[in-house]
């Protein structure tokens, strides 16, 4: 069990030296390395994951990561391992962190609106982490304004994952002249639309979507007049900027690129999650009335869902029949995963048990990476009293997202029914400590301890404890 010590090595405060405050030895040679970037940026994403700003959603940041990791092979740096996520926040923003964590708001995923608009998005981002402008940034505080790490990671999350609470939370004066300096230059900005251009092009996307973008968000700033979307603020949107990349665009022909049903499918979750389940209802059948506007499949995937919420079964399981087929006569979304996860959860409802565990069986062998899928299968499993395929199912999946709590949450689950109890209490530390509540997962193991196992377990356990007090400690310094 050494899964914790691979979280704690990786998300240690940077923070942790001396006097709580970072050793940055000599003054001229403080600039962060690839390590620092990373630590910085898995602490910021602790605090983001533990708030209720990060959307939980499996199958929205499966998305993300698939689309984001289609630019990150084509980019300077494809071993990085970058991280994309979705937050419940319907202003327009995204951000990215340093260590390659990118995030992006519900609002800017509704605001774009084509696939090719998001990626010119995430190519961006992509390239300010690729291009290490933070790291750039910080070395270029030199002698008396160069101030402790800490408060510079401080104001740099505050900064980029709201704007406006950034003021309020960095209380100096000093923060906050450092907070301006931290708004990516335009040199910066610059650099990012470029090399993001080309990122957007090796990889078969629109380049002509950037600049389309931008003057989207320009034009709707000004309808808002003054309440400026977030990331206009972050990322300041000049109209050199836009002429700058539409300069650049002209030469390059105009790529007529289809969005992916699962751009689709993501984009009718989030205007669902907006609505109450009968508006949803209403909304999705007036869209499939219209019949000439959007995309059919993903709004018969929308009332499926919705007729779901409102506890309709029989309704849902009739339209989504006529779901299933229409997918499989179309080229895209035949064998979708997501829609597939929708007809196990219309499956599960109708409370046929063995034909719903037979179901997911096929469907987990089809798309045994689709983290939703596996979600349901497991939940089911348990309700049936079949830990033993549970633990297996789920050792796999953790394999492959370490720090996915649901997945330790399910695995506590499973082991309780075992009545295996230092197992129980040692994957629910887990999911605190992935969660950022450390004393909640100490609790956990010592619990654990208690319970009593081999010595390979105990010391595994002792080992695991004595790393969250040592990342206590150095959170709990000034
Ligand atoms: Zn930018």
Not at 198 to 209: I, M, Y
Not at 227 to 256: C, F, G
Not at 320 to 334: E, N, T
Request: some cysteine; aromatic content about 8%.
């Amino acid at each position: 069990m050494k899964k914790l010590q691979l979280v704690l090595l990786l998300c240690f405060s940077p923070f942790a030296a001396g006097d709580g405050l970072p050793d940055l030895g000599d003054v001229s040679q403080a600039v962060l390395t690839p390590l620092q970037e990373r630590q910085i940026g898995q602490q910021s994403m602790l605090e983001i994951r533990a708030s209720k700003q990060f959307l939980a959603d499996p199958e929205i940041n499966d998305y993300l990561n698939q689309l984001g990791y289609r630019l990150v092979e084509n980019s300077a740096e494809p071993g990085l391992g970058f991280e994309f996520f979705a937050l419940n926040d319907y202003s327009i923003n995204a951000f990215a962190m340093p260590g390659g964590f990118v995030g992006v708001n519900a609002g800017l995923l509704l605001t774009a609106q084509s696939e090719s608009e998001l990626a010119s998005v995430l190519a961006h981002e992509i390239s300010h982490v690729t291009q290490h402008h933070l790291a750039r940034m910080i070395e270029g505080q030199q002698g008396d304004s160069l101030i402790s790490m800490a408060t510079i990671a401080i104001a740099i999350l505050a900064a980029r994952t709201n704007p406006q609470v950034s003021e309020a939370a960095i209380v100096s004066t000093q923060a906050r002249s450092i907070q301006k300096q931290l708004n990516f230059t335009r040199t910066y900005e610059e650099e990012a639309d470029r090399i993001g251009l080309q990122l957007l092009q090796k990889s078969g996307f629109n380049t002509h979507a950037m600049p389309e973008f931008l003057e989207r968000l320009q034009n709707s700033t000004r309808l808002l007049e003054g309440n400026a979307p977030n990331y206009m603020r972050t990322h300041p949107i000049t109209s050199d900027r836009i002429a700058e990349i539409d300069n650049r665009v002209q030469k390059q022909p105009y790529r007529l690129v289809p969005d992916s049903l699962n751009f689709q499918l993501v984009r009718t979750k989030l205007i669902a999650a907006q609505k109450t389940a009968p508006e949803a209802i209403t909304y999705f059948s007036e869209a499939l009335g219209a019949q000439n506007f959007g995309n059919p499949i993903a709004q018969r995937y929308g009332l499926v869902s919705a007729l779901l919420r409102n506890n309709e079964i029989e309704r849902a399981a009739q339209e989504l029949a006529i779901l299933r087929k229409q997918a499989q006569g179309s080229q895209v979304a035949r064998n979708n995963p997501m829609i597939e996860t929708l007809a196990g959860q219309v499956k599960r409802a109708g409370k046929n048990d063995v034909a719903t565990l037979a179901f997911y069986r096929t469907a987990v062998q089809n798309f045994p990476q689709h983290r939703a899928l596996i979600y349901d299968y497991a939940d089911l499993l348990l309700q049936n009293n079949q830990p033993e395929i549970t633990v297996k199912l789920l050792a796999e999946q953790i394999t492959r997202h370490p720090s996915d709590t649901t997945l330790y949450d399910l695995q506590a689950r499973a082991y309780a029914m075992q009545g295996k109890t230092l197992e129980q209490h040692q994957a629910q530390a887990y999911s605190y400590a992935w969660q950022g509540n450390l004393y909640a997962a100490m609790e956990q193991l010592e619990l654990a301890k208690q319970a009593g196992g081999s010595f390979y377990q105990l010391s595994s356990i002792e080992s695991d404890l004595r790393e969250l007090r040592e990342l206590l400690d150095a959170r709990g310094k000034p």
